[in-house]
């Protein structure tokens, strides 16, 4: 049976509102300048996908107000990520990676 891969899920919840219920202490802007990266670690697997939602839901709107770039979010190693304005992803678009 065929099941989505996190990218096509991701697609899905793209289009759908998202709510951050706390903002992560690395998600915090200086004043004047907008949030371009989000790092991330989770101590378990059940905080990854609402961790991930949030961050991509706040950087939405940071890329909305340009559009001129799309999303990508980083396994770093397991538990940790990074999700980041990337300009080599279309604007709409939310793309995942693994780092080397």
């Not at 759908?16 to 907008?34: N, Q």
């Not at 190693?77 to 080599?88: F, I, K, N, Q, S």
């Amino acid at each position: 049976m065929w099941e989505p891969s996190w990218h096509e899920t991701q697609k899905v919840q793209y289009m759908t509102t998202a709510t951050l219920e706390r903002i992560p202490a690395a998600a915090e802007t200086v004043e004047g300048s907008a949030q371009r990266s989000i790092s991330l670690e989770f101590s378990s697997a059940d905080e990854v996908h609402a961790g991930l939602e949030g961050a991509v839901a706040q950087l939405i709107e940071v890329a909305a107000k340009d559009a001129s770039c799309g999303i990508l979010v980083t396994r770093v190693h397991p538990g940790r990520y990074t999700v980041a304005l990337d300009e080599t992803v279309p604007f709409g678009e939310t793309y995942e990676s693994f780092a080397a």
